[in-house]
């Protein structure tokens, strides 16, 4: 199985290639729809026999079957979710990484990698504004990244009470504070952590504050927190919460300060909505997702620790087979987050980023918002749209005037069923909406009035 003669390696590699080569070159590429089980049963049949199908006939499989019975992320009128669009340098550089055989969870086995992936998490955490000291690790997700970030600051909560001889019900801190703006994921976690969540009121403008959070912690007990989570653009409005005031307040109580950027941190990167991050330089952690609007392929998150070491204690696996890595002095990946085997999933987006430099990152992220400005003025000028909220960064929610949650349903899998667009309706205060979440540079503004043209 493993002797593929170089002549066997030679016509698959070149199929798998060529494959892949005219993939990237589609534009734009098809958008395709999922089929159902009975489809796909019918069209593939079983695909797993004991004698084999052979490279070329499932590579072919893949092609014609498969492949089009899903969704292309980076379809430029795909704006429901967060979409995914890598460059093409990320792209391709993902087949070279699969290639490599790299172990990336430990310097010992992974040293040129970790190298690399370091130096593109620094150029985040200097967006952010974190010290020299600062550093992390690239995860499948800001899933996993929200609840390894919490787990560090549980466990620095903890070790601290239990420093200062707390006892009693304050002295195991188990909450968390954020508002119900905050992503799944934070609840996720707190499930996973047997953690209390607990919401903060927003404000006028939909964002956490500190006097918000201030009431809720005094009213709790500052002490049953171990930390509070700020979102840097929520996922289904692009809300970047009030973070000056929130990291006041958790400096004064000494509470960990998480900032979910997963979606929305993107935006340090452009000039026109930096501003809007004022203060997140005093977070304790931090995730951003080169999977959405940072154009690496999935499965990528960075995560950033202002004091890894907090991290390293909390999430470091101890066994008598991994002693000669966790003795070793070296930046061990995998010791920053749950989890140990970990592919160096940075890679990719550390190769286009030192391919293409920072300023191309910086302009496409400033492309991407200005065919949101572009989408708001054109939603509002529209006598039967409106824009709900003012977007602060690259989601625009609206409404659909005389619309029922059936109409902007049907609208919206009719786009779908003719391959034309992937938009789909949200929620909002118990209303049905629809959304464009825009984090692909070529996304124009032809596509978007394109769309609001199917909505007359
Ligand atoms: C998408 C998202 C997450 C979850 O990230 P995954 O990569 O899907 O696990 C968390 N927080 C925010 C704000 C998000 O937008």
Redesign the pocket.
């Known amino acids: 199985m493993h002797g593929y003669t170089d002549k066997q390696l030679e016509i698959l590699g070149d199929a798998i290639l060529a494959y892949s080569a005219d993939r990237l070159k589609l534009d734009p590429v098809p958008l395709d729809q999922p089929h159902t089980l009975a489809e796909l049963e019918a069209a593939a049949g079983g695909t797993i026999t004991a004698e084999g199908i052979g490279g070329l006939k499932a590579l072919e499989l893949f092609g014609e079957t498969l492949a089009p019975a899903c969704i292309s992320t980076d379809h430029p009128r795909y704006l429901s979710f ?1 979409p995914c669009a890598p460059t093409e340098a990320a792209a391709m550089f993902d087949l070279v990484v699969g290639a490599s055989s790299i172990y990336g969870g430990s310097w010992l086995e992974g040293a040129g990698a970790v190298y690399a992936e370091n130096q593109a998490l620094r150029w985040i955490a200097d967006l952010v504004g974190l010290p020299a000291e600062a550093g992390g690790v690239f995860v ?7 609840l390894s970030a919490l787990v560090a600051a549980r466990h620095t909560a903890r070790a601290k009470a239990a420093r200062a001889g707390v006892t009693g019900p304050g002295g195991r801190p188990w909450r968390v504070a954020a508002t119900h703006g905050a ?1 799944s ?1 934070i609840q996720s976690a707190c499930d996973v952590m047997d953690a209390e969540f607990i919401g903060v009121e927003v404000d006028d403008n939909m964002r956490l504050t500190g006097a918000e959070l201030r009431k809720v912690l005094e009213e709790n007990g500052p002490d049953t927190f171990f930390a509070v989570v700020a ?1 840097s ?3 289904n409005f692009g809300i970047v919460d009030d973070l000056a005031s929130v990291a006041e307040v958790c400096r004064e109580f000494g509470i960990w300060f998480h900032v ?5 941190g993107a935006g340090l990167a452009a000039e026109s909505v930096r501003h809007l991050y004022e203060g997140i330089e005093h977070c304790d952690s931090f ?1 951003v ?1 080169p ?2 609007w940072l154009f690496a392929p999935f ?1 990528c ?1 960075a995560l950033l620790y202002r004091d890894p070491a907090l991290a390293r204690a909390a999430h470091t696996q101890h066994a008598s087979y991994l002693d000669v890595l966790t003795d070793a002095p070296d930046w061990n990946p995998t010791d920053y987050s749950v989890g140990l085997t970990r592919r160096a999933r940075g890679l990719p987006f550390w190769f286009s980023l030192a391919t293409h430099g920072t300023s191309a990152y910086s302009a496409a992220v400033e492309r991407t918002l200005e065919v949101t400005r572009f989408a708001a003025a054109e939603i509002a000028r529209r006598d039967h749209l409106e824009v709900v909220r003012e977007p602060d960064l690259s989601v625009v929610v609206f409404r659909r005037l005389g619309w029922s949650a059936g109409q902007y349903q049907e609208w919206s899998d009719r786009l779908l069923a003719e391959e034309f667009a992937f938009v789909v309706p949200t929620s909002h205060a118990g209303e049905t909406l629809t959304r464009f979440a825009i984090v692909n540079p070529r996304t124009s503004e032809d596509d978007i009035v394109a769309i609001l043209d199917t909505m007359a």
């Not at 499948?140 to 929200?146: A, D, K």
């Not at 979910?260 to 929305?264: K, L, N, P, S, T």
């Open positions: 967060i499948p997700g800001g899933t996993i990244g929200n992503h994921s979102t653009g929520t996922t979910d950027g997963a979606y929305g995730i997702d999977h959405k499965d998150c």
